[in-house]
């Protein structure tokens, strides 16, 4: 019986505003559920091949583009051979990078961005993001890479303009959000929105492809990863996140990142070679 190779994840904040997350991995068996992000997700592949899909619609991240996954959107992913992937990521604040919602529309229908210099360049800072002492070149990295990737999306049609008002489905999600720690049950969610709750259920489904309690799962493993970043010890990430206990967190987490949460931040890997 062949065995596979246990996932390599590496994660951590780097002191660079505008940048929530570095995130590396080389991963072969496992396959991410849907789930969602607070922040845009910058992703480019070093070996292998990522499928997924997103609003529905089947993707795949190649070694020559750049995967450009924005916010509140549910998304999965797998590899395609047994190999698995390597990939690197950039979790980006929507606020400091310059893409608020109303580019997340443009974003939806083409995550891939064949754009073999932008690639670089984040091939780049990610370079920059390992060593220390770096910050003031990884911020104008930075810079010239959320302006690039604002001109991608404009040369769609511009920003799209915001809804005119938030839908049921909408609502159940900020509430959603707003009770992350706490939590929601669907018996109050349908008070406070004066829906039923099977009603409730369906909008948000239909509407975001993935139920509400895929949803807040989803959003209490991103917590979690971000309380870690900051070095909180796994049992208080737990609970702050709103998980009942550290196997509770435990094993969410394993299921959406495919390593356990001790296992999830180390020291800054080295740079990866030249392409």
């Excluded at 590496?10 to 080389?26: D, F, L, N, S, T």
């Excluded at 496992?30 to 789930?35: I, M």
């Excluded at 720690?181 to 039923?196: C, F, I, W």
């Amino acid at each position: 019986m062949v065995r596979r190779p246990q996932p390599q994840v590496r994660a951590w904040r780097p002191a660079v505003a505008g940048i929530a997350e570095v995130y590396h991995a080389h991963l072969t068996g496992h396959a991410y559920p849907l789930h969602t992000h607070g922040a845009w997700t910058l992703l480019i592949v070093d070996d292998g091949m990522v499928r997924y899909d997103l609003d529905r619609h089947e993707h795949g991240a190649l070694r020559t583009g750049v995967t450009l996954l924005p916010p509140h959107v549910p998304h999965n992913g797998s590899p395609i051979t047994p190999d698995g992937f390597r990939k690197r990521v950039l979790y980006l604040d929507p606020e400091a990078a310059g893409l608020g919602e109303e580019y997340i529309g443009l974003a939806v229908d083409a995550p891939v961005l064949a754009d073999a210099a932008l690639r670089d360049r984040i091939h780049r800072l990610h370079d920059a993001l390992v060593l220390p002492g770096e910050e003031l070149e990884s911020e104008s990295r930075l810079a010239f890479i959320a302006e690039r990737l604002r001109r991608h999306l404009e040369r769609r049609g511009g920003p799209a303009a915001p809804a005119a008002a938030p839908g049921l489905a909408h609502a159940l999600r900020d509430l959603l959000d707003a009770r992350l720690a706490e939590g929601l049950t669907l018996r109050e969610a349908s008070g406070l929105l004066h829906a039923h709750p099977a009603h409730l259920v369906r909008a948000f489904s239909r509407e975001f492809a993935i139920s509400p309690h895929q949803y807040l799962t989803a959003r209490r493993v991103d917590a979690a990863r971000r309380l870690l970043l900051d070095g909180m010890a796994p049992r208080d990430a737990a609970v702050a996140a709103g998980f009942h206990d550290q196997p509770h967190l435990t094993r969410h987490f394993k299921r959406v990142l495919g390593v356990p949460p001790g296992r999830f931040t180390g020291r800054c890997p080295a740079p990866a070679p030249s392409r």
